[in-house]
């Protein structure tokens, strides 16, 4: 405000603004209905909500053009009305004394102030379109469940690929430049970890906030700033304590009651800090005296809230560890002595339909088989594949063993649709269910629909089988029997992540917009060969589009006949050497 409580054109139009906008934001929050979308599941949703929020920025703007034009009215009003106050206060008789001062005077009760009056009462229509377009695409707007899940994707991506919180938040997750994060994004990051008990991530989160707040000397609504300083350093002294780190949490409540020195739970936490702190000097005293390494070396992180300094000596012995590490780093593949995995053309036997296009068939590994076709998908079946799928995607579902329903799991993240060659009016899904009979050898009577999956944010699947195990009664109750073989399209390439990895063989098999990947899930003998256990990894950059082909095991009696042995493994099919 300028000398003598007389407002600026600036701040006369940042409060009508205020006004305008408090008065929108309260209307938009009786209009826009929680979204049970789950948008985070999948990218491609994504591209729906851009195009949604350029319509509304384009209405916004209109609004805002409407609202700047008519704070120019009122600020004309203010000015006359300044001007003549002032003219008037020194003699306001002899000043309305004057008829035409009193016909202004009374002219503008009952003319401009009805005018303002309308003004702010009664929205434009503008500000109606706003409202109109916010309504209709209500439908589209995500919920705070997709704002958790991805957020809860930011520490997934950090736990399997090892990414430092600064760079992600200053958007260098990927090989690309992103958005940079906000302290109140950081602190949203932190506090969702926070409530899941993740408090190792929660502090890393956290402290980036301070460090963000701390170097951010820009004018800001100091209360505000204060506030949120309160929250963050609140979240981290919990956090801290339940790493086992009580010294820190003391000095982070100290400064939590140098902010608000009136919260009595500040001051109880303090005190309960403090006495955890003397317990601990007390045994680390003990302890030097008996000449053993101190306390302090033992403190820290704990394994239960965050990972090790040694990852290796914790987690690689496990399937979940081995697929982290697989995520991140390449498989060393050595030599195999038989010189098996080898690369070649097969037209399966002189099959009609490989004669002039025989499959380019890569062996990975022999035992179990695993095999890579290359370009066996043409960029116009993938762009179908993808335009059947997309009014059919929804939250992808997992086996729950216990139930023995299919339901939303928190490792399987991404939404898939379900395709019939009866949906396919141009027989794209018969050409490829055919090409798969093709190339595999195996029988698609029994086999399933084709699923397509579009991964989300950081979307993964966490380590699993494709078939059904015996103890899984409901799963093993189909009449066409378990899942034999997994024939696994990649639609996309993926800029960063996304692989697919074998833990235990162990394998990692890139993204290749165009190629699929075979393999065996059941042993000859009709036992689930426990070597398949595999993953998808989160997408650290991009959309991830597959599609998959679970092939049953009845129909292949006389293709892939039972073999005399129990250990018996499958052969693969290689050309003859004329070939």
């Keep these: 405000m300028t000398l003598g409580g007389m407002a600026s054109t600036r701040e006369l139009r940042s409060a009508w603004l205020a006004i305008a906008v408090t008065s929108t934001i309260a209307l938009l929050a009786a209009v826009v209905p929680r979204s049970d979308a789950e948008t985070f599941t999948a990218v491609t949703h994504f591209k729906g909500l851009l195009e949604v929020e350029q319509q509304l920025s384009d209405k916004l703007q209109a609004y805002i053009a409407a609202e700047e034009k008519q704070l120019e009215r009122l600020k004309k009003l203010s000015d006359e009305v300044v001007a003549w106050t002032n003219r008037a206060k020194d003699d306001y008789e002899s000043h309305l004394g004057h008829p035409t001062n009193a016909f202004r005077l009374v002219r503008r009760f009952t003319s401009d102030w009805r005018e303002v009056e309308g003004m702010v009462k009664e929205p434009r229509h503008e500000q109606r379109d706003l409202l109109e377009r916010l309504e209709n695409s209500s439908d589209f707007f995500p919920d705070e469940e997709d704002l958790s899940g991805a957020m809860v994707a930011f520490t997934r991506l950090q736990d399997v690929y090892h990414v430092n919180t600064t760079h992600f938040a200053n958007g260098l997750a990927g090989p690309t430049q992103g958005a940079v994060l906000s302290v109140e994004d950081l602190f949203l990051v932190g506090r969702s970890a926070y409530n899941k008990k993740e408090y190792w991530n929660c502090k890393k989160w956290m402290q980036e906030a301070v460090r963000r707040l701390n170097a951010d000397k820009r004018s800001s609504n100091m209360t505000q700033r204060k506030q949120l300083r309160e929250a963050i350093y609140d979240h981290l ?13 003391f000095r982070l409540t100290k400064l939590l009651m140098a902010l608000n020195p009136d919260n009595g739970r500040y001051l109880s936490n303090r005190d309960h800090f403090l006495r955890l702190v003397h317990g601990q000097i007390r045994k680390e005293v003990e302890e030097q005296e008996r000449n053993a390494e101190p306390a302090e070396a033992s403190r820290g992180r704990q394994w239960k809230n965050g990972p090790p300094a040694d990852e290796e000596d914790y987690m690689y012995w496990s399937d979940f560890g081995y697929y982290k590490k697989y995520c991140r780093e390449p498989v060393e593949v050595p030599a195999h002595p038989d010189h098996q995995l080898i690369c070649f053309y097969n037209n399966m036997n002189r099959n009609p339909r490989l004669i002039l296009q025989p499959a380019k068939m890569e062996v990975m590994t022999v035992n179990p088989t695993l095999i890579i076709y290359r370009d066996v998908l043409s960029d116009s079946e993938i762009e179908k594949l993808k335009d059947l799928a997309r009014p059919k995607l929804n939250r ?11 339901e939303p799991a928190t490792y399987r993240i991404s939404k898939s649709a379900w395709l019939g060659e009866y949906m396919d009016e141009t027989s794209v899904l018969a050409r490829i269910n055919q090409r798969i009979e093709d190339v595999t050898g195996l029988a698609m009577a029994t086999a399933e629909e084709l699923q397509v999956v579009n991964y989300g944010i950081g979307g993964h699947y966490e380590p699993h089988f494709d078939f059904a195990r015996h103890f899984e009664k409901k799963a093993m109750s189909r009449r066409d029997g378990n899942r034999i073989a997994t024939m696994l399209f990649y639609m996309s ?11 235990r063989i162990p394998a990692r098999v890139e ?69």
């Excluded at 992808?396 to 299919?406: C, S």
């Excluded at 390439?493 to 833990?503: E, R, Y």
């Excluded at 006949?561 to 004329?578: E, S």
Aim: glycine share 8%.
């Design 237 to 249: 002294a919990f956090s801290e304590y339940q790493l086992g780190n009580p010294r820190r949490a």
């Design 396 to 406: 992808a579902t997992a086996h729950n063993r216990v139930t023995g329903r299919y």
């Design 511 to 579: 993204p290749s917009k165009g190629d699929a990947t075979f393999w065996y899930n059941l042993l000859p003998s009709g036992d689930g060969d426990e070597m398949t256990r595999h993953a998808g990894c989160p997408v650290l950059s991009g959309s991830k589009w597959v599609c998959n082909k679970w092939i049953h095991e009845y129909d292949q009696e006389f293709r892939k006949p039972c073999k005399l042995t129990q250990d018996a493994t499958w052969d693969i099919h290689t050309p003859p050497d004329h070939f």
């Design 493 to 503: 390439d993926v800029s960063a992540g996304g692989c697919t990895v074998f833990p």
